[in-house]
Structure formats: C-alpha cells, structure tokens
C-alpha cells in the first residue's frame, strides 16, 4: 500500500515537473500581436500603440505581425490554432468576432469557443466618407443622389464580411439606396480611392478618416455609430438623418487562444489595462480616434452571445451574403 502510494506521489510530481511554469517566468520571449488587417489601416495603427504599451509593462517586445486576408479569417484562424500559452495574441474587431460568423458558415476559428479575450480595448466608430466632388453634403442628399441614378455611386470598403461592409450593405437596406460595393484588402487602399476619386463613398473608421478629414482631402456626411463621436462631435449619426434603427460601431479587443493558463491570462490582462490607463497612451489612442473603454477579459463571452444572434437576424432579413 505504501509503495503504491509512493509511486503515486512520484508519477504526480513527474507530471507537475513536466508542466510549463507560467506564472513567475511569464513572458521569457517575445510575444506576437497578429494583426488580421494590411499594415496602415486602423487597427494596424491601434495595434502598434498598445504593443508599444505591452512592451514597457511585460518586459518583453510585444511584435506585430500583419496577417491580412479573407475578411480577417486568416489572421483569426492563425492564432485560434495556436498554442494557448500567451505568446500569440490577436488584435482585431467584431469584424472578426460577431460579423464574420454572422455573414460565413466556414471559418477557421468559433468565436465562441477560439478565443478567451484579454480585454476590450474600446469603440471605434465608422464614419461615411465621401469623395470631395459628390454633390452631396448629408444623408439625405445622398440617399436622394443615389435614388436617381440606381447603382451609379460605388461605396469601398476594407473588406468582404468586415464591418465597413456590413455597414454599407445596412445602409442600403434601411435607406433604399442602391449602392455598388467595391471591397479592398484593408483601409489603406479603399481610402486612397477614395481621394482618388475611383470610388465616391466609403465607411471607415474613426481611426482612419480623422487624419483625411483633418488634411481635407474627403469629407465626412455621417458616423454610424448609435450617438455622435465625441472626436467628431459636428458630424451627424445615420440615424439623425431619419434611420433610427441604423447603427453600427466595431469594438477593438486582444485575445488569446482559449485554454490560456490563469496566470498567463492575469499577466497579461494587467499590462493591457495598465497601458489603457497610462494617460499618453490614453491619449495616442484618442487622438486617433478610438473611444477608449477598458474592460476585463470576462466582457467578450457576453458581448458575443448577445451581439451575434441580432447580427445573424439582421444578415438574414438582408439577405447579405459573401460566401
């Protein structure tokens, strides 16, 4: 009985010896932040902002790491089927977590059991931008412009199935606008159409049309987001201009792979909420836009269970489809 026990005793501590040590050793080597979105875009450039936080508080280099494609899915796919061990994380929006399963049967991650967040980072609300040109100042002007000439005006977005596509396919839908979708690979690119002139609209984020507008090089006519932007506090919500049911404003959060080891989990939460406090950082990530509104990792099974329902009601009675 004694030998029994003994033996035991020693396969439980061989075991427990063989088990990673997370807790004190946590992080010993640099951390990836993949990024699903081409480099320049706005998560690109929050990204890059709360890596640099996460660096000075972890002790080691949080890298970005670009990993564009497929409406976010390559990205989110890459770190859903990575080890859960705190050294691979994602940054991205509810493009990826709520619109993505929304829109697509097949992906290669589940919202719902992928991913356990890190934490909320905040709100960044899009913004319909229009070409300097359209002989439209709001709207209701644009709406009635669209409305005589059926599927002359095209809208950019950053992508098929992200959220700058689910917006303009919701706005033509509540408005009765038919508007001729043209998706990019990222911000960066349907913006610099955009100013180009070879697409008259497009819904981006706050993140992204701050700096055009502030250059004027396009112009705002609505944020889609439920209340006006306090960082464009003059321009008016969709739902203003008499769409009182049109609203929609990504959130930014970190996640990991699900089965992150609590410490890990702590470790990283800390220097995420820690770096959201720090008043410059704060601040960069105002100044660029972003409605900054920490929350611990413990929001995102919640947000998605109650957001992902209502988005695939609303894909379904919109009949959107990019499969």
Not at 190 to 201: E, R, S
Request: hydrophobic share 45%.
């Amino acid at each position: 009985m004694i030998k029994t026990a003994t033996a035991a005793a020693f396969l439980i501590a061989a075991s427990l010896a063989a088990m990673p040590v997370f807790a004190a050793g946590f992080p010993d080597k640099p951390i990836t932040l993949v990024v699903p979105f081409p480099p320049g875009g706005a998560t690109d450039t929050i990204a890059r902002i709360v890596a640099k936080g996460m660096t000075q508080r972890l002790g080691q280099t949080v890298v970005v790491d670009n990993r564009a494609g497929a409406g976010t899915a390559i990205g989110a796919g890459a770190v859903a089927h990575a080890a859960p061990d705190g050294y691979t994380l994602l940054i991205s929006s509810n493009t990826t977590f709520t619109v993505n399963p929304a829109l697509k049967d097949k992906l290669p991650y589940d919202a719902q059991k992928s991913f356990e967040s890190i934490g909320l980072i905040g709100n960044s609300p899009l913004v319909l931008l229009a070409h300097l040109s359209l002989p439209a100042g709001n709207v209701r002007e644009l709406v009635a412009l669209a409305k005589a000439a059926p599927g002359k005006l095209s809208y950019g977005s950053f992508g098929n199935g992200t959220t700058s596509h689910l917006a303009g396919e919701m706005f033509k839908i509540v408005t009765g606008a038919e508007l001729l979708h043209v998706p990019y690979k990222g911000s960066s690119p349907a913006m610099t159409d955009l100013i180009g002139g070879q697409v008259q609209l497009t819904f981006d984020t706050n993140v992204a049309a701050l700096p055009m507008l502030q250059a004027g090089r396009v112009k705002a006519l609505a944020v889609t987001s439920a209340k006006r932007s306090p960082s464009l506090p003059n321009v008016p919500t969709v739902a203003e201009a008499g769409y009182p049911d049109y609203a929609m404003e990504p959130w930014i959060t970190v996640v990991a792979p699900r089965g992150l080891p609590e410490p890990v989990q702590k470790a990283l939460g800390k220097a995420l909420a820690d770096s959201l406090a720090d008043p410059a950082l704060r601040g960069e990530l105002v100044k660029a836009g972003v409605d900054v509104t920490y929350a611990p990792g413990s929001f995102y099974d919640a947000r998605v269970a109650r957001e992902l329902p209502l988005l695939r009601a609303y894909v379904h009675k919109a009949k959107i489809s990019v499969e």
